[in-house]
C-alpha cells in the first residue's frame, strides 16, 4: 500500500542553541493537499521547514518518529530532488545581469549561474516553464531589472524546473509593495493547475486563497489549529494566534483582518516578566 503521507511527525521536538523551538509535534501532511502554515515572527515556522530540509534534526526518543517520503533516513540528494524551496536569501545569491531564462536554467543544475553547453532538452524544459507561467515577458531581462514581484516569481519557476513533489514557499510576499503581492499570490494561485504540491510558510493571512486545503497555526513552536479555512480562519482563532484583539473578514475570495482594540504593550510587557 502506497503512504498517502509525504510528511510524518509523532512526539517530535527539536533545539536551536539550547531552546526547545519545535514542541511535540504530531502532523502528517498529504501528497493531495496544498497546506499554508501561518505563524507570528518567532513561532517556530522557520524551524519546522529546517526539520522538513533537515537542516536540524528532533531528539530521538522511544514515542517519537519523523519520516519524510516514508523514510526515516532519507538521501539529502533525493530530498532536495522532491523538495524545492525558495525563501528570500535566494535572491542574495544571484547575478544581476543573468536572464530569467538562464536562471530558470540554472535549477536543473543547483546553482544560480550561467550555464554554458545547454541541451535541447534542457531549453525545451526551461521554455515549457515559463509557458505554463504565463512569464514569456521575462525571459530575456536580466534579474536586476525585474521588480521584486517579479524576482520572486522568477525564483520559483526555477525551484519548479526539476518537477518536484513539493513547493516550499517561505514568505513569499514578505517585503513586497501591493502591486508585487498581489501578482506573486495570484501567479501561486495559478500553479494549482501543476502536478507540484505547495507548502506555504507566511504571517499574512492575505496569502490565504482558495487554493489552499488545510490551514496551520503555529505558536511557540507548537500547532494550535490544523484544519480547512472554514473550520481554522475565525477571530478567535487569530487573536490566540497573534495575541491581538482583531475581527477577521473574508472579501472578495481573500481574508483581512481588522484589529478591535489597541494592544496593550506596556501589560504585555509587565505580564511576561511576571511568567
Given at each position: 500500500?502506497?503512504?498517502?503521507?509525504?510528511?510524518?511527525?509523532?512526539?517530535?521536538?527539536?533545539?536551536?542553541?539550547?531552546?526547545?523551538?519545535?514542541?511535540?509535534?504530531?502532523?502528517?501532511?498529504?501528497?493531495?493537499?496544498?497546506?499554508?502554515?501561518?505563524?507570528?515572527?518567532?513561532?517556530?515556522?522557520?524551524s519546522l521547514l529546517e526539520v522538513i530540509n533537515r537542516n536540524i534534526y528532533p531528539v530521538i526518543t522511544k514515542d517519537s518518529k519523523l519520516?519524510?517520503?516514508?523514510?526515516?533516513?532519507?538521501?539529502?540528494?533525493?530530498l532536495r530532488k522532491r523538495i524545492s524551496t525558495v525563501n528570500n536569501d535566494i535572491k542574495n545569491r544571484i547575478n544581476p545581469n543573468l536572464?530569467?531564462?538562464?536562471?530558470?536554467?540554472?535549477?536543473?543544475?543547483?546553482?544560480?549561474?550561467y550555464i554554458p553547453n545547454k541541451s535541447k532538452r534542457d531549453l525545451d524544459k526551461v521554455e515549457n516553464i515559463i509557458i505554463n507561467m504565463?512569464?514569456?515577458?521575462?525571459?530575456?531581462?536580466?534579474?536586476?531589472?525585474?521588480?521584486?514581484?517579479?524576482?520572486?516569481?522568477?525564483?520559483?519557476?526555477?525551484?519548479?524546473?526539476?518537477?518536484?513533489?513539493?513547493?516550499?514557499?517561505?514568505?513569499?510576499?514578505?517585503?513586497?509593495?501591493?502591486?508585487?503581492?498581489?501578482?506573486?499570490?495570484?501567479?501561486?494561485?495559478?500553479?494549482?493547475?501543476?502536478?507540484?504540491?505547495?507548502?506555504?510558510?507566511?504571517?499574512?493571512?492575505?496569502?490565504?486563497?482558495?487554493?489552499?486545503?488545510?490551514?496551520?497555526?503555529?505558536?511557540?513552536?507548537?500547532?494550535?489549529?490544523?484544519?480547512?479555512?472554514?473550520?481554522?480562519?475565525?477571530?478567535?482563532?487569530?487573536?490566540?494566534?497573534?495575541?491581538?484583539?482583531?475581527?477577521?473578514?473574508?472579501?472578495?475570495?481573500?481574508?483581512?483582518?481588522?484589529?478591535?482594540?489597541?494592544?496593550?504593550?506596556?501589560?504585555?510587557?509587565?505580564?511576561?516578566?511576571?511568567?
Amino acid at each position: 500500500m502506497v503512504n498517502k503521507f509525504w510528511f510524518e511527525a509523532k512526539n517530535i521536538n527539536c533545539f536551536k542553541g539550547g531552546f526547545r523551538v519545535i514542541k511535540d509535534l504530531n502532523l502528517k501532511l498529504s501528497y493531495s493537499e496544498n497546506v499554508i502554515l501561518i505563524g507570528p515572527n518567532g513561532s517556530g515556522k522557520s524551524s519546522l521547514l529546517e526539520v522538513i530540509n533537515r537542516n536540524i534534526y528532533p531528539v530521538i526518543t522511544k514515542d517519537s518518529k519523523l519520516k519524510i517520503f516514508d523514510k526515516e533516513l532519507i538521501n539529502l540528494w533525493e530530498l532536495r530532488k522532491r523538495i524545492s524551496t525558495v525563501n528570500n536569501d535566494i535572491k542574495n545569491r544571484i547575478n544581476p545581469n543573468l536572464q530569467v531564462f538562464d536562471l530558470i536554467l540554472s535549477g536543473l543544475y543547483g546553482r544560480y549561474c550561467y550555464i554554458p553547453n545547454k541541451s535541447k532538452r534542457d531549453l525545451d524544459k526551461v521554455e515549457n516553464i515559463i509557458i505554463n507561467m504565463n512569464i514569456s515577458n521575462l525571459s530575456k531581462k536580466n534579474f536586476s531589472y525585474l521588480s521584486d514581484g517579479e524576482k520572486q516569481i522568477s525564483l520559483i519557476a526555477r525551484a519548479l524546473i526539476k518537477k518536484p513533489d513539493i513547493l516550499i514557499l517561505d514568505e513569499p510576499v514578505a517585503n513586497l509593495d501591493y502591486k508585487s503581492k498581489f501578482f506573486v499570490i495570484d501567479k501561486i494561485n495559478e500553479l494549482s493547475k501543476l502536478n507540484t504540491k505547495i507548502l506555504c510558510v507566511t504571517h499574512n493571512i492575505s496569502m490565504i486563497t482558495e487554493i489552499y486545503d488545510r490551514v496551520l497555526m503555529l505558536k511557540d513552536g507548537k500547532i494550535i489549529a490544523d484544519g480547512s479555512q472554514k473550520k481554522v480562519i475565525n477571530s478567535e482563532n487569530l487573536n490566540k494566534l497573534y495575541g491581538i484583539d482583531v475581527e477577521v473578514t473574508k472579501n472578495n475570495r481573500f481574508w483581512n483582518i481588522k484589529r478591535l482594540s489597541k494592544y496593550n504593550y506596556k501589560n504585555s510587557y509587565t505580564n511576561s516578566k511576571k511568567n
